[in-house]
C-alpha cells in the first residue's frame, strides 16, 4: 500500500479544470491558480478554499507567459519556490484534514495542464501525502 492511498483513507485527490461543472464527488474544492479564472463567476465555481499562496510567483509567471523563460526553467523554479513557501505546510495540512472526510478536488483553469505549474504541484504534493 502506498504512501498516498494510506493518507486519504480511500478518499482521492483529485484534479480538474475549475470550467468543469462541480459534482457531489468532488468533495472539498481548492483553487490552485494565483488569478481569479476569467468568465468564471465566483457562485457559480464552488470553490471552498483558494489556495493563491502556493502558486507561483507574479515574476515567475509572468516571465513563463512573456516566453523569457522555457517550462522547464519555469517548473525548476517553482519547484524551489514550493519548497521555501511557508504556507505549502499549511496546504497539506488542509487537504490532510478535508481527506479524512471525504474528496478533495484542486481545481486549475489552464487549457494544457501539463505545461503550467499543475506537474510540479502534482508532485510535491505527492511526496508531502
Known amino acids: 500500500m502506498n504512501k498516498k492511498r494510506r493518507c486519504e483513507n480511500m478518499n482521492k485527490l483529485q484534479w480538474k479544470r475549475v470550467y468543469e461543472t462541480p459534482e457531489n464527488n468532488d468533495g472539498?474544492?481548492?483553487l490552485v491558480d494565483r488569478l481569479w479564472p476569467r468568465g468564471l463567476k465566483?457562485?457559480?465555481a464552488k470553490i471552498d478554499?483558494?489556495?493563491k499562496s502556493i502558486t507561483p510567483s507574479a515574476e515567475l509567471r509572468q516571465a513563463y507567459h512573456k516566453?523569457?523563460?522555457n517550462y522547464d526553467t519555469f517548473a525548476e523554479k517553482y519547484g524551489k519556490e514550493l519548497g521555501k513557501n511557508p504556507d505549502f505546510n499549511d496546504f497539506m495540512v488542509l487537504i490532510k484534514k478535508h481527506l479524512k472526510n471525504g474528496n478533495v478536488t484542486l481545481v486549475y483553469a489552464n487549457k494544457i495542464p501539463e505545461l503550467s505549474h499543475i506537474p510540479t504541484l502534482k508532485d510535491f504534493i505527492n511526496l508531502n501525502l
Open 28 to 30: 472539498y474544492r481548492i
Open 42 to 44: 465566483k457562485e457559480n
Open 49 to 51: 478554499y483558494w489556495a
Open 67 to 69: 516566453e523569457e523563460i
